[in-house]
Each structure stands twice: as structure tokens, then as C-alpha cells.
Nanobody, 118 residues
Framework: QVQLVESGGGLVQAGGSLRLSCAAS????????MGWYRQAPGKERELVAT???????NYADSVKGRFTISRDNAKNTWNLQMNSLKPEDTAVYYC????????????WGQGTQVTVSS
């Protein structure tokens, strides 16, 4: 069982920035795909961004140009830098860990609240 521990999040005004971090309880493998998802009240969980072992990234259209996902293999961590935040970015953010090609993540963090005030 792999544990994912998130940090960051909080309350910020529109236009502001936040940084989320996720730490895994084991070393990052070459087949791992690290990611971030979010779930707003009354909505389904949606993909925000993913990054592969060779640092290929994928972003939801709604966050492109504003959010940046990165990883630090030596520390078994990955981050989500969120800039130019909007009220519609308000959600619980979950970090995720999947096996390349599997689609649905196998492991999830506990979730961290991000609230953007207008």
C-alpha cells in the first residue's frame, strides 16, 4: 500500500497563487504517472494535471497556462503550482498515483481544500 500525503492549499483571493505538494511513501518508479485531480461541491472529480516519469505533462483545458505540475524524483514528491487562481478553481484537490497506461489512479491522497474568493 502506498501512502500519499498532501500539503498546501488554503484560502486565497482571485488572482493569487498557491502551491500544492504530494509526498509518496515509496520511491517514484519509471512506470508511475503522478497527478492532481479536483472535486468541487456537487460535481464529479476531474483531472487537473498529470506528469510521467520522463516529465511529459498533461493539463485540463481550464488550467492550461495557469497551473504547472512538476516532480522531484529524489524526494518522491510532485507539486502543483497554481497561479492566476479563479473562484471556479475552488475545490478539494487530490494527488494521485497511477501506473502508466492504466488510466484510473490506484492511489489517492486525502485531499486538501483550495478556496478562491472573488
Amino acid at each position: 500500500q502506498v501512502q500519499l500525503v498532501e500539503s498546501g492549499g488554503g484560502l486565497v483571493q482571485a488572482g493569487g497563487s498557491l502551491r500544492l505538494s504530494c509526498a509518496a511513501s515509496r520511491s517514484i518508479l519509471s512506470i508511475d504517472v503522478m497527478g492532481w485531480y479536483r472535486q468541487a461541491p456537487g460535481k464529479e472529480r476531474e483531472l487537473v494535471a498529470t506528469i510521467t516519469s520522463n516529465r511529459r505533462t498533461n493539463y485540463a483545458d481550464s488550467v492550461k497556462g495557469r497551473f504547472t505540475i512538476s516532480r522531484d524524483n529524489a524526494k518522491n514528491t510532485w507539486n502543483l503550482q497554481m497561479n492566476s487562481l479563479k473562484p471556479e478553481d475552488t475545490a478539494v484537490y487530490y494527488c494521485s498515483l497511477a501506473t502508466y497506461g492504466s488510466g484510473t489512479p490506484r492511489y489517492w491522497g486525502q485531499g486538501t481544500q483550495v478556496t478562491v474568493s472573488s
